[in-house]
């Protein structure tokens, strides 16, 4: 079964455009580690009782995110997390304590765990409309907000939606909090794929702490690559201490969302910033924008009517037949389905997915 199923995967694998998943890394000098219960218990910042674990590592991703964000030198705390969506739990959980009374914010183009959040978090919430490329609707947000100008503010805000990778601009959305004169407010940003590699695009999407956030969420999976699902959580340290407990069984502080916390994922996030340093990033970014260019114009020479927001690394397209969407595992709404350039995704993909699609239009 163990020989079957290491086929199936590598073989499915190899078809892989609908996911925004990288699968070009090479943990091999971690395997060893695969032998230990690592298990980073607690606060990373603050030591712990139980020891066989990666809090050096942890503290270190956390650090090189922080300072990508630009989030405030001594202000700024964070952890490696299951994925995006305990990221978004974290930040909507940090924002419901500082402001039990707000209301929440957030687009119709939204990822499916953040309603699912704010109804484990029993917080209210109003779903905005978006505009046709995914982001949301600037004024009827203003609008809306300015219906509830008695409430603070929770902002979720999709820097780079799952279907089109639209960035919700947070320099317009703090415009309209100060039109309002809504003092009290709160901004999340899910930056699953595109907080990833924001950072280096120019113009540079308003996003990160300098622009107005108070706390990001990625995917480690996503743009990096991990064998194992994970993410990063960075948020102000001054809302964290809100929430600090001291838990003597642990010797640490209890200020994350899980008990046990997977120690393995932090030793994967690490050597691949490691490896790869802001110029790697950078370069893996450079090249899943150059694909996804690539791809729009060749879609678009044969008749597809392709398109992708600027600057990003998804390419929506109208939704294929069912065997191409089944073998390259596209995900598809509302008659559109996209592929996402990810950093290991090379044009002769591209061209060959093109070359099925343009096959199959032809016999209809
Ligand atoms: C993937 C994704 C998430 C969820 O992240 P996971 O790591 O799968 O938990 C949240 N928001 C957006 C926009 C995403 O694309």
Not at 138 to 156: A, C, F, K, S, W
Not at 300 to 310: C, H, K, L, Q, Y
């Amino acid at each position: 079964m163990l020989d079957r199923l290491l086929a199936e995967v590598q073989d499915h694998t190899r078809h892989f455009l609908g996911y925004p998943v990288s699968k070009d890394f090479d943990y091999s000098p971690l395997f060893p580690f695969l032998q230990y219960p690592l298990n980073n218990l607690g606060d990373p910042f603050v030591d712990c009782t139980y020891t066989v674990g990666s809090r050096e590592m942890e503290k270190y991703v956390v650090e090189f995110f922080a300072r990508l964000f630009r989030a405030p030198a001594n202000d700024w705390w964070g952890y490696v997390t299951n994925g995006g969506s305990e990221g978004n739990l974290y930040g909507l959980y940090l924002a419901r304590e500082l402001y039990p009374k707000a209301m929440v914010y957030y687009s119709e183009a939204t990822h499916y765990s953040v309603q699912k959040n704010l109804h484990l978090l029993n917080m209210p919430s109003i779903m905005i409309r978006t505009l046709p490329n995914g982001e949301i609707d600037y004024n009827d947000l203003e609008q809306t907000m300015g219906m509830n100008r008695h409430m603070p503010v929770i902002m979720l805000a999709n820097i780079g939606t799952t279907m089109t990778e639209a960035r919700d601009d947070i320099g317009r959305i703090k415009d309209i909090l100060k039109r309002l004169a809504i003092r009290h407010h709160y901004i999340h940003a899910d930056g699953a794929l595109s907080g990833s590699y924001c950072s280096f695009l120019d113009p540079r999407p308003a996003f990160d702490f300098a622009d107005g956030a108070d706390s990001i969420a990625i995917s480690g999976h996503k743009f990096i690559g991990s064998p194992i699902p994970c993410g990063v959580v960075v948020a102000k340290r001054s809302y964290r201490d809100r929430i600090a407990r001291s838990v003597a069984y642990i010797g640490s502080m209890d200020t994350t969302i899980t008990g046990s916390r997977n120690g393995h994922s932090p030793l994967f996030l690490w050597y691949a910033l490691k490896s790869l340093g802001l110029a790697g990033l950078e370069k893996r970014a450079r090249h899943s924008l150059s694909v996804a260019a690539y791809a729009v114009d060749r879609f678009r020479e044969n008749g597809i009517a392709a398109w992708r927001n600027p600057d990003s690394i998804t390419v929506v397209f109208p939704e294929p037949p069912g065997n191409i969407r089944r073998k390259w595992q596209l995900a598809s709404e509302n008659g559109w389905s996209h592929i996402i350039c990810m950093p290991n995704v090379e044009t002769s993909q591209i061209d060959t997915l093109l070359a099925e699609m343009t096959a199959a239009s032809v016999m209809v």
